[in-house]
């Protein structure tokens, strides 16, 4: 059988770098997308992941533009063959709360950190039902479980995705495509690690585990849900947030 292609959407941040990287040791053929590779150093991206061993390609795309995905993915098809895994991972922050936040920024996390799974997921899906086979995960956050103080838009994006992922999973279960949810807790990245030591540690006081997770540890989920063996596991939310929000 040839190599699973897999697509991760913004898998130049944080935790997208390291689904990337373990889908690729994993066996799959990796892409990710960026909006400008100049401005986002892609090249110097590429070459870091080539040193530790992993080849993973890019397509320039802006996410919350639905034409831009048209041709990204005829792109991709082109260049890489069939997308059989989605990861659904780009997402953006613009905090405020709601009484001071501005239309634009609502409307910014809700393009790039919803719409966008629209956007992507409507480019490949008539394929993968047409091959009777497709794997979906989409990347929300404990925060639209549970929402979160300035985070109307973000906490309302990630609930969305959640609802999203649940009806493909009904439409997509017949023909072989499961969409699942992977819901981070607070994540050590470049962006946590940017937060004021105050702030952060009263974060991690929060958090039973006692620490914030590593990327590796959201990476590792995706993988599974993405494995070909996981086929029953469908419409599912897993939370990977050291037991900070237990639901079932």
């Known amino acids: 059988m040839a190599k699973r292609v897999a697509l991760v959407t913004g898998g130049n941040g944080g935790i997208g770098t390291e689904i990337c990287k373990q889908l ?10 960026c ?11 590429q070459a870091e992941r080539r040193k530790e061993g992993y080849e993973i390609g890019y397509v320039e795309a802006n996410v ?9 993915a005829k792109q991709v098809e082109s ?20 009484h001071k936040m501005d239309r634009s920024n609502w409307e910014a996390v809700i393009s790039v950190n919803l719409n966008s799974a629209f956007n992507v997921t409507r480019q490949f899906i008539d394929s993968m039902r047409a091959r009777g086979f497709g794997r979906i995960v989409n990347i929300s956050s404990v925060n639209g479980q549970t929402g979160q103080f300035g985070q109307a838009n973000y906490s309302a994006a990630k609930a ?15 023909k072989g495509i499961t969409a699942n949810t992977v819901s981070p807790g607070y994540i050590q990245t470049a962006m946590t690690d940017a937060i004021p030591e105050e702030v952060r540690n009263s974060i991690v006081a929060q958090v039973p585990t006692g620490r914030m997770g590593q990327p590796e540890e959201v990476a590792r989920v995706v993988v599974f849900l993405a494995a070909d063996e996981s086929g029953y596991i469908n419409g599912a939310n897993i939370p990977v947030n050291g037991a900070l929000f237990c639901s079932f």
């Open 160 to 174: 969305g995705l959640h609802g999203f992922s649940m009806a493909i999973a009904k439409e997509g279960a017949r």
């Open 64 to 72: 919350a533009d639905f034409d831009a995905c048209a041709a990204m």
């Open 24 to 33: 690729a040791a994993a066996g799959y053929t990796v892409v990710t997308t």
């Open 35 to 45: 909006v400008d590779a100049e401005k986002e150093n892609i090249a110097d991206w």
């Open 79 to 98: 260049e890489y063959g069939s997308v059989d895994v989605l990861v659904n991972a780009a997402g953006i922050t613009r905090d405020s709360f709601l």
